[in-house]
């Protein structure tokens, strides 16, 4: 808040105590939380707490001097942030927030309520809790407490922090501008590189197409000596097929000769028989005529 809204206001301390009476959070997996109220350097925690996915209690008050301005129109805003934080690996990781303004509690005790807490990924995370406070000192601050010279001089030293961070900011630009050159540079040899990894590679791809034409060739070379070789194979198993053929049908005809010469002889032998039978019939019918004759 500015000094100049400041100006004609009561200044107001007030001890605010929030008590947490429970957390309702959803977690994936038990985890340690604690909840905690930071403004500026200032810093108030519970002590740490492990949530599943039932409300969990704490009962424990976060205590926080603050400085309240007061006009005659009424308090002017005081925010104060309350975070649920949870252990994730040793790292505090925020699982939800509730933001209040304090000077709605000034005249009046908040008893226990609910809250539902914002950017948390449970949608129906809640926090309960009551806040009280304890006035301490009250202060006006008048016209006469501010006079010009020390406002001068306040603004003579916000004009001097605005030019140190001018000189900040165009240091930071000449160090951009640095970096971008070199950005740019490295990008250059990048893109070179990246050519002269393509010639590379073309050249590597024509050799190794050559050294595969040459071994094509010569593939066709061993082909054809073997369809050749085959050939002659083929042609020497046919006239070894003629021969054998040949010797079979010479064969054949021998034995052909030799059965057909048995058949005669058989023939001749049979014929023989029959006549010598014939001969012998004749004889015995000549022995019976002879021996009919009368003496």
């Not at 009962?59 to 005081?78: A, D, E, V």
């Not at 079979?248 to 006549?275: G, L, V």
Request: hydrophobic share 35%.
């Amino acid at each position: 808040m500015s000094i100049l809204k400041r100006i004609g206001t009561h200044q107001t301390i007030i001890v605010f105590s929030i008590h947490i009476h429970y957390v309702s959070l959803k977690l994936s997996k038990p985890t340690p939380v604690k909840v905690s109220w930071k403004r500026r350097n200032k810093i108030a925690e519970t002590s740490t707490i492990e949530i599943y996915d039932s409300p969990t209690d704490f009962s424990q008050t976060l205590t926080m001097l603050n400085t309240i301005y007061q006009k005659s129109s009424g308090f002017l805003p005081k925010e104060a942030e309350i975070k649920v934080l949870g252990d994730n690996l040793g790292t505090w990781k925020e699982l939800g927030r509730l933001v209040l303004n304090l000077s709605d509690y000034i005249d009046k005790a908040s008893k226990e309520q609910i809250y539902h807490l914002k950017k948390s990924l449970d949608k129906d995370a809640v926090i309960c809790l009551s806040i009280s406070t304890d006035l301490v000192k009250q202060k006006e601050l008048n016209h006469d407490e501010y006079d010009i010279d020390q406002l001068v001089k306040q603004l003579n030293d916000a004009k001097n922090k605005l030019s140190s961070l001018n000189n900040d900011f165009e240091e930071v630009l000449s160090q951009k501008e640095a970096i971008k050159s070199e950005l740019i540079t490295t990008q250059q040899e990048l893109h070179a590189l990246k050519t002269l990894e393509s010639v590379c590679e073309n050249s590597a791809l024509i050799a190794e197409n050559n050294i595969l034409k040459s071994l094509i060739e010569n593939l066709k070379q061993e082909l054809d000596f073997i369809k050749e070789t085959n050939e002659n194979l083929e042609k020497g198993m046919k006239i070894q097929e003629e021969i054998l053929d040949q010797n079979a049908n010479k064969k054949a005809c021998k034995e052909n000769n030799k059965t057909k010469k048995s058949c005669q002889e058989n023939i001749d032998e049979d014929e023989i028989e029959d006549q010598a039978s014939k001969l012998g019939n004749r004889l015995n019918d000549i022995i019976k005529k002879y021996k009919a004759i009368p003496n």
